[in-house]
């Protein structure tokens, strides 16, 4: 939503359940025809949650996108009138949108608390800018490593840093165990 844009008066965020893999499509729907229904004045802001994904497929790094609550999308808008009465036309649109299973309380949605969208927002915003691992490890275990000088070699989780994406791993060279640091997509977990 545009800086300089101020939401009026009854404006909520509610929670609108989309069929799996569809969010995107729909939140796209949502913000490219709202201007061609003359909702701007109903609709203001739709959320989808994303964070990065690491995945290392066939020795290559690749980076994902992945949500953070699959099957949702998050609209910010004006649905109830002054009685409290639901509005028909924002209703049918979002209702009516491709892809879209429906609101989540049905006929009657009940719009999210302010600390639920601040709670969602904060989760957007602490996986931005950070790659987060497709798989997670446990310290103390056994490990491949699959990129880097170290390549084939296998070896046991000392430390995990999340904050820095990184792991200490204890590596067996010439019969002593070496602390290797590397990052989560560099090893593969051992088949066991």
């Not at 201007?35 to 980076?63: A, M, N, Y």
């Not at 296998?154 to 820095?164: H, S, V």
Request: charged share 30%; glycine share 8%; aromatic share 10%.
């Amino acid at each position: 939503m545009p800086a300089d844009m101020t939401v009026p008066q009854g404006t909520q965020w509610f929670a609108v359940h989309t069929l799996s893999g569809q969010e995107g499509k729909v939140k796209l729907y949502i913000e490219r025809f709202r201007k061609v229904e003359e909702l701007d004045d109903h609709i203001f802001e739709v959320l989808l949650p994303t964070e990065q994904v690491v995945e290392v497929k066939r020795g290559k790094k690749t980076t994902k996108e992945r949500k953070l609550i699959p099957g949702y999308v998050f609209v910010q808008m004006k649905l109830y009138d002054e009685n409290g009465m639901v509005m028909n036309k924002p209703w049918y649109f979002v209702r009516e949108a491709p892809g879209v299973i429906g609101f989540v309380g049905g006929d009657r949605p009940s719009p999210l608390r302010p600390a639920e969208i601040e709670d969602i927002r904060t989760r957007v915003e602490a996986a931005s800018g950070k790659e987060v691992p497709k798989v997670s490890y446990e310290v103390g275990e056994e490990v491949k490593i699959n990129d880097g000088p170290f390549l084939n070699l296998t070896g046991r989780i000392d430390e995990i840093d999340p904050e820095r994406g990184k792991l200490k791993i204890s590596v067996s060279i010439f019969g002593r165990f070496t602390p290797v640091e590397l990052e989560y997509w560099q090893i593969e977990r051992i088949a066991s």
